[in-house]
């Protein structure tokens, strides 16, 4: 408790540019740029891969492999080959982070499907895209969704180690803390990336309420 | 000044021995906390099953701790575990391991087919027998799935370890760094991955051999499944 | 009318689904399509709105090959029901009817009445339209299934086991609401079902289909059950043929007595000297009340209404089969049946004997 008071309430932490508002910020734009990249690598093509079924076999085991990439690893050999001085660096291991669950989670619900939705949709005069998009997407939405909240909270935890490389987020306080043995330094940078996850989840429910049919999450009670 | 080439090979051999050490302490403290999180997690996700009120609690504290960064989780135990002990980068790792396994416990024993549990039932096995003989075994395939996602993570996480001082193959990469050396890097990395993907195939032939019934089964899968599945609800799932 | 010409359906791994299959279902008619697991009824019906295409053969739809035909624009045409409805659970029932006019470019108003005109149609309350599939039963599902199929007013209906997943006394409902409906809108509709008694009760024609994908037979299914072509259809028609032939023979041509029946307001006195062994009584309105034998009386005053009168069993003379009436003859210990007209009132007595006749007849046509 009294390193939360420390920290939140040491007003050099407030300003200027190792304030928390920048930090923040900064945390937001690694978090929030590979997540939206992950995004328009995975979600297109898991959509792809499970409503043609191609190619399935070999996505998931690379996804699976993908997964045991390490970040910190992939960050270190990046900095080093590419140099400090961009946002550049820390993306590419966050987005290899995000990419495995997102990709995963919208194959799994496009394939999990029930068949005769499907058989349906085509039988009722649907195109290949409108059975996709009309059809598929809409029942498959809520794994859809899971997977980018997994990949969103894992990010946001992970881009912490940005700072050990010398780039700027919430993870600097941490590295820093321990650096200069100020732990408040480290629980507080703690504190705030934990919250940042609980608005995200937060996000995630809201996202998952405006836009999954009551039909698919079953939500209304039966007059 | 001749250009640092990506990868040095002598250096693979002139560091053999270590290499090897840091491979060990790598999957030890990978393995460990799976170990414990798959025995927390079981009789969790069997009292979550039987007690529902309990599971929506309980999958949100760990969703709580699974959001911390490790890093500063690792930090925070510095002063309680020691600098450079396993026990700093197990103890989070478990809870991790956990987060994961939890969610996957619970979802295998609801994917025992209600007749199932009811024939059992019917037949006169005891709730402890019911449980062993019948439930755990049909849900392995699932707490497999979950195993793998918590083993290949574990295995990779460990190396954040390497910044307070035991990251096993993770050293490897701290060191690079300060010595601006792109060859330990690279083979840390490959070696954490090939690590993973050979844990994962272990556990998929585990699988086959605990659930022979479920290989035989994958070809006619879709007739196997009751044919109007509801949708996994994410709630249910908790953080993969 | 749909074509079947020489139809065969073999798939890469060498599996011959249907083989050489040759057959018509009428323009407004219902042709069924039964046989036991692996004939390749299924395989079939997908073949005419190309959810499968054939490997050799050709299936025409009045006249046009259907491979000629883009299989969206083709399907678009086509009603389609499947055994789970296969309704789509993210949308709500009236979006679910209204699918296919959406797609054609319906406008939404337009489209939204008409499946709320279709609902109805098919039995459900129209204030189920905004709820979701599952808050529905599996009986209701099947009526949106079917109300789906119907919204764009597709001349030919295609039907998967639509009932099989639903409980018998539905199921039963569902067949009857089915056949009302078929004889408003008169669709050209093919039935894929395994279970012969639904074949024999919807279909105009019926086509067995053996194992391996080949045509048994195609019969109307009173000449079905008359005469199987073979042991194989012998067979998958099962025990009791006979009594289920009744089924399509009609009542109407029975011997009727109309001397057998008695007022309630009768005197026991005045009945109690009749020689027949049993007459019916029937109320002020022509009605049923039971049945009486004479020489069982007692002997004492009053009406009829005072007397215990014996069970009865009626059969609707101008609707129902042969086989309605011999049920109705064993209800009653008098052994005769009780003819009646729509609203009820009795026409006349079928006697045993003039069942014996009816079925003798019957008999004789069986000799071939």
């Not at chain 2, 025992?112 to 439930?135: C, D, I, K, N, Y």
């Not at chain 2, 991955?193 to 994958?218: E, G, H, I």
Request: with cysteine; aromatic share 6%; net charge neutral.
């Amino acid at each position: 408790m009294n390193f939360l008071i420390d920290f939140f309430g040491n007003p050099a932490n407030w300003s200027g540019p190792d304030g928390i508002p920048l930090r923040f910020a900064e945390h937001l734009e690694f978090t929030g740029l590979s997540l939206l990249i992950a995004t328009l690598i995975a979600v297109p093509l898991g959509l792809w891969i499970g409503h043609t079924g191609r190619g399935a076999l070999v996505v998931v085991l690379s996804a699976n492999a993908a997964r045991a990439l390490p970040t910190l690893g992939l960050l270190v050999l990046i900095v080093l080959l590419m140099g400090v001085g961009s946002t550049a660096p820390v993306l590419v291991p966050l987005i290899a982070l995000a990419v495995p669950p997102i990709l995963v989670n919208t194959y799994e619900g496009i394939r999990g499907v029930d068949p005769d939705l499907r058989d349906a949709a085509y039988g009722m005069g649907l195109r290949g895209g409108q059975v996709l998009g009309r059809v598929l997407v809409p029942v498959a939405l809520p794994l859809i969704l899971l997977g980018l909240r997994t990949a969103a909270i894992q990010v946001v935890a992970t881009a912490t180690v940005a700072a050990y490389v010398g780039l700027g987020g919430l993870g600097r306080y941490i590295i820093d803390g321990l650096a200069t043995l100020r732990y408040e330094l480290t629980v507080g940078g703690a504190v705030l990336v934990g919250l940042l996850a609980l608005a995200v989840q937060g996000l995630f429910a809201l996202i998952q309420r405006v836009c999954v049919s009551p039909g698919v999450s079953r939500r209304r009670k039966v007059r | 000044m001749d250009e640092e080439p990506l990868i040095r090979w002598e250096w693979i051999g002139n560091n053999g021995p270590l290499i090897r050490e840091l491979v060990v302490d790598n999957v030890v403290m990978a393995l460990a906390p799976v170990l414990v999180g798959l025995l927390v997690a079981l009789p969790l996700g069997l009292a979550a099953v039987r007690w529902r009120w309990l599971y929506q609690p309980t999958a949100g504290v760990v969703n709580v701790v699974y959001s911390l960064p490790s890093l500063a989780v690792f930090i925070v135990l510095l002063p309680i575990t020691g600098l450079a002990t396993r026990t700093t980068v197990i103890v989070p790792l478990a809870f991790y391991a956990m987060a994961v396994l939890l969610p996957a416990v619970v979802d295998g024993l609801d994917s025992v087919p209600e007749h199932v549990r009811q024939s059992a039932v019917a037949m006169g096995f005891t709730p402890a027998r019911r449980l062993l003989a019948v439930e755990l075994p049909i849900a392995v395939p699932v707490v497999i799935a979950g195993l793998r996602v918590a083993t290949v993570s574990s295995i990779s996480l460990v190396s954040v370890g390497a910044l307070v001082g035991r990251g096993g193959l993770g050293h490897l990469f701290t060191d690079g760094w300060q010595r601006q050396f792109p060859t330990p890097i690279i083979v840390g990395i490959v070696l954490i991955v090939l690590l993973a993907v050979l844990a994962d195939l272990l556990l998929v032939l585990v699988q086959r051999w605990l659930t022979p019934w479920s290989v035989a089964r994958t070809g006619t899968r879709k007739r196997a499944l009751p044919r109007s599945r509801p949708a996994a609800s994410p709630e249910r799932e908790g953080v993969a | 009318m749909i074509t079947f010409d020489g139809v065969t359906k073999r798939y890469p791994d060498g599996t011959v689904a249907v083989d050489d299959l040759s057959l018509e279902a009428p323009t407004g008619e219902i042709t069924v399509l039964v046989g036991p697991s692996g004939c390749g009824k299924t395989t079939s019906l997908r073949m005419i709105n190309r959810m499968i295409d054939p490997s050799a053969g050709r299936i025409l739809l009045d006249g046009v090959d259907v491979t000629t035909v883009d299989p969206p624009t083709l399907r678009r045409g086509i009603g389609y029901v499947i055994q789970q409805a296969g309704l789509f659970p993210h949308r709500k029932i009236v979006d679910n009817v209204a699918t296919v006019p959406y797609l054609l470019g319906w406008d939404r108003k337009k489209a939204q009445a008409r499946a709320m005109e279709l609902l109805e149609r098919v039995g459900l309350d129209p204030g189920l339209a905004g709820r979701y599939p599952f808050q529905l039963s599996g009986g209701q599902q099947q009526r949106v299934g079917v109300a789906r199929a119907l919204a764009a007013d597709p001349p030919v209906l295609l039907m998967d086991e639509p009932f099989s997943a639903v409980d018998p006394i539905v199921r039963a409902s569902l067949q009857d609401e089915l056949l009302r409906l078929q004889s408003e809108l008169n669709k050209t509709i093919v039935f894929v079902t395994h279970d012969i008694d639904e074949a024999v009760k919807l279909g105009d024609r019926v086509a067995v289909l053996r194992v391996g994908g080949r045509l048994a037979q195609l019969a109307a299914p009173a000449e079905l059950l008359a005469e199987p072509a073979d042991d194989f259809v012998r067979e998958f028609l099962g025990r009791d043929r006979g009594i289920r032939r009744l089924s399509f023979v009609p009542a109407d041509g029975l011997r009727l007595r109309t001397d057998l029946t008695v007022p309630v307001s009768a005197e026991v006195s005045s009945v109690r000297g009749t020689a027949e062994a049993w007459l019916a009584v029937v109320d002020s309105g022509g009605r049923p009340l039971g049945w009486v034998a004479p020489k069982d009386l007692p002997d004492s005053g009053g009406t009829l209404a005072e007397v215990p009168a014996a069970p009865y069993g009626t059969f609707v003379r101008g609707r129902d089969s042969l086989r309605a009436a011999l049920d109705a003859t064993l209800l009653s210990p008098s052994g005769n049946a009780l003819a009646v007209d729509g609203s009820g009132r009795v026409e006349g007595v079928v006697t045993r004997e003039a069942l014996d006749e009816a079925l003798a007849r019957i008999a004789e046509d069986a000799r071939g």
